[in-house]
């Protein structure tokens, strides 16, 4: 499967969301990082046909999406941010109802809802109702129903919102097994999400694709480093407002900095090893893991 993403742009009243995307993908697991209105949104909400491009193509193992109609939406999977449902349907009957959207007919969908239902750990609760579900379950609820027709191609934006860290776990060792047959693209704020099963990483910035490769790859490639002090609480404090700090622990007997800069930022700083959120940090300023994507 291979998904061509050709000079793609999206304009709303001279406003780029998209501007000038060029991706290529094949089957594997793919991240997109950006903060909150950098355009990972619009770009999936095109990938998966429901608004068009300004400019550009997009395709489908040479084919044009848009012309592909219906052939393309079966081999499409989607989870976007926020999902539908009715609040008094049962999970079962949620996903049974999403299934016949899909055109799977009757047995299929009785053992594709059993089987993504295991996937996701929600074969317990397929009686509860929607509207009693805790926000982490609704999310496993959502990745099942994009995972009902079995896509060759699998997006999902911000997937892991809700979900605490052992489900998290879950859901990373999920897409690694999903993504032996199948492209997966996904969107989060929380970087050790993409960090440990993306094959490839794009990080997005004002609606346009700046920064491409693996993990490994992007992270040789940036001059920054990352640093550790332990200081006292008026260093520290000046130290913050002149380089960009990851993490900052009031420990005994000072304040513990982990710092991100091309230079060391003070005599007592160590050198540590970078990490995926570190860089992230360098090139959009902020916390990696305090952006709401």
């Not at 050790?192 to 099963?197: G, L």
């Not at 794009?202 to 609606?207: A, Q, T, V």
Request: glycine share 8%.
């Amino acid at each position: 499967m291979e998904l061509v993403i050709s000079s793609v742009e999206k304009d709303y009243s001279g406003f780029k969301a998209v501007d000038n995307v060029n991706l290529e993908m094949n089957n594997g697991v793919y991240g997109l990082l950006g903060v909150n209105g950098a355009g990972k949104t619009t770009l999936m909400r095109m990938i998966c046909t429901l608004i068009h491009p300004t400019k550009g193509k997009i395709f489908c193992d040479g084919k044009d999406i848009f012309e592909m109609y219906g052939e393309y939406r079966k081999l499409l999977g989607y989870l976007p941010q926020e999902f539908g449902f009715y609040p008094d349907f049962s999970v079962f009957d949620y996903l049974r109802y999403i299934a016949s959207i899909k055109g799977l007919s009757s047995a299929l969908a009785r053992k594709r809802i059993n089987d993504v239902l295991q996937q996701v750990g929600m074969e317990k609760s397929k009686n509860k109702k929607m509207k009693k579900l805790s926000g982490g379950m609704k999310r496993r609820v959502g990745i099942a129903q994009a995972m009902l027709n079995d896509p060759k191609i699998l997006v999902l934006d911000e997937p892991t919102a809700g979900l605490d860290p052992n489900e998290r776990i879950r859901f990373r060792n999920l897409i690694s097994e999903l993504s032996q047959d199948r492209l997966v693209l996904l969107s989060t704020h929380i970087v050790s999400d993409i960090e440990s099963v993306a094959s490839q990483i794009f990080f997005m910035r004002d609606g346009r694709i700046e920064l491409s490769g693996t993990a490994d790859e992007l992270l040789e490639a940036t001059p920054a480093k990352a640093w550790e002090c332990t200081l006292s609480t008026n260093e520290a404090d000046i130290i913050q407002n002149r380089f960009c700090v990851s993490n900052r622990r009031v420990i005994r007997g000072g304040v513990e900095l982990r710092i991100v800069s091309e230079e060391r930022p003070c005599p007592e700083a160590c050198e540590e090893i970078m990490t995926l959120e570190d860089l992230f940090l360098y090139e959009f300023g902020e916390k990696a893991g305090d952006i709401d994507g």
